[in-house]
């Protein structure tokens, strides 16, 4: 079962606040859930990092809605390719506030891998360990 993850960073358009999170944490769930999207999203001064994974069409779905939004602005993808397994079997859309550092770092930091071979997908880039990283040492709930 070939799988899709995605990688992008944008910016909020108005200030969030906790209640705007909140309404779309529990829409973005109820979406990803009939597609079969998981994933996780990080907020952190004003711009949003979002990891999201399942089969190619689903992610195309979840993506080009995403992309729509009028909640964020300046979207920029960091990484697309394909994942030999799902890293967030269970969240349908985690979150975690992170410090602007984090979303920072994360958003300079190398999205692909420096040696890709056609026929290896499990390598993960530097990117993707960092953000892996972050969310190992604030979490401990099961993915």
Known sequence: MDLVGVVYMSRSTHPTVPLDLDRLLMDSR???????????????????????????????HVYGRIRRSALHSDLVELEQRRIPQRLFRHWFMGFRDAPRSVIQQLSQEQWTRETPRAEDHSAASPGMRQLMRFLDSVSTDER
């Not at 990803?32 to 689903?58: C, H, K």
């Open 30 to 60: 109820s979406f990803n859930s009939q597609r079969g999207v998981t994933g996780v999203l990080l907020f952190g001064g004003n711009q949003f990092i979002q990891y999201i994974e399942g089969l190619p069409a689903d992610i195309e």
